[in-house]
T-cell receptor, first 113, second 113 residues
């Protein structure tokens, strides 16, 4: 398996623009997680899905952030409108079962100017 | 919610020496404790994990210990090598409805020649 795949790897955008990050989990994994990593706040869980259904979105910063999982092999994290404080590395991870090891993708480095 | 504290934030050791990283957690119901290694520009990679019904686990040069009573767990790396240089994160998995990982703030390990 190729592991968790994320695209793009780097994104530079201007404040106010819409940003869409994409993730393909490991085949057969029922859980998908979106994390944000910054120097100030470390690794934060934004939202996670089980069988394509959002279970906990309490980590989503505000209404500008939204996530979807239309099928078992694809998820998106959208920021609209983007702000400079959204600059971070966004990771997607997947897991076979609840409470099992999570496998992380390579991340998307987002820079909002 | 769960709170995970990790120490030290930076650690420098000479090649061949041992390195120890310590974490404490707050939720006694947490039952799964993974350790991740993150190299520059990459996503966190699971290196070892331990469950609450086990006190110690070893995999070659890496070992993890868990003290449920004191709510702390540690990562031990023996015979360190330059390729061990990275940022290491501990995490604790909460059970119940809040089924998610909470990460420590990370330890930057530098192995010098």
């Amino acid at each position: 398996d190729a592991g968790v795949i994320q695209s793009p790897r780097h994104e530079v955008t201007e404040m106010g623009q819409e940003v869409t990050l994409r993730c393909k989990p490991i085949s057969g994994h029922d859980y998908l997680f979106w994390y944000r990593q910054t120097m100030m706040r470390g690794l934060e869980l934004l939202i996670y899905f089980n069988n394509n259904v959002p279970i906990d979105d309490s980590g989503m910063p505000e209404d500008r952030f939204s996530a979807k999982m239309p099928n078992a092999s694809f998820s998106t994290l959208k920021i609209q409108p983007s702000e400079p404080r959204d600059s971070a590395v966004y990771f997607c991870a997947s897991s076979l079962e609840r409470g099992r090891e999570q496998y992380f993708g390579p991340g998307t480095r987002l820079t909002v100017t | 919610g769960e709170n995970v504290e990790q120490h030290p934030s930076t650690l420098s050791v000479q090649e061949g020496d041992s390195a120890v990283i310590k974490c404490t957690y707050s939720d006694s119901a947490s039952n799964y404790f993974p350790w991740y290694k993150q190299e520059l520009g990459k996503g966190p990679q699971l290196i070892i994990d331990i469950r609450s019904n086990v006190g110690e686990k070893k995999d070659q040069r890496i070992a993890v210990t868990l003290n449920k009573t004191a709510k702390h767990f540690s990562l031990h790396i023996t015979e360190t090598q330059p390729e061990d240089s990275a940022v290491y994160f501990c995490a604790a998995h909460q059970t119940g409805t809040a089924s998610k990982l909470t990460f420590g703030t990370g330890t930057r390990l530098q192995v010098t020649l």
